[in-house]
């Protein structure tokens, strides 16, 4: 696996484990907290809230997709395109949800996880490799090309996001 998707899921695996140890203070000081989610925003938190994650299987769908769409990125990519690509995505997720929560959710609490940097993931594959056939992980007679598999998934978390029966719009950002 190449060297900053090891380095991405392994950090990722490491903070989960850190967070059984520390409880819900971790995510009061690293989750994202939107204008009205109850908890004080900081800067860092725009890229460390994708460190975090609410369950192990919130933590082990998101290593399985950086994985499966990250590695063959930084692959063709270099490391730092690759790295920059991903913290882009967390970031720019964040600020969208930010944003979006201001005016159309009501934030109850952190947003956490590692969604917007797997949804820029997803987006770059799509465009990289759109005919490149994807096989679900528990359906894996369905295949479908990468491209529409991004815009199918990204409608749904689209719709998922704004009727709020979703984690956010950080997810589609």
Known sequence: MP????ALI????LIYAMGLFTGPDIIRTFGLWPPGS?????????ITYSFLHGSLLHL???MVAIWMFGAEL???????RYLLTY???V???????????GYFLH???????????VFGLLLAYALYFPNRVISLIFLPFIQIPARTFVLGYGLVELVLGVTNTSAGVAHFA
């Open 3 to 6: 060297p900053i998707t090891s």
């Open 10 to 13: 392994l950090l990722n695996v």
């Open 38 to 46: 109850g908890g004080a925003f900081h800067y860092w938190q725009l």
């Open 60 to 62: 082990g769908f998101n």
């Open 74 to 80: 930084e692959k063709r990519w270099n490391d730092l």
């Open 87 to 89: 913290l882009l995505s």
């Open 91 to 101: 970031a720019v997720a964040a600020m969208t949800q930010i944003a979006v929560s």
């Open 107 to 117: 934030a109850t609490g952190p947003v956490i996880g590692a969604s917007g940097g």
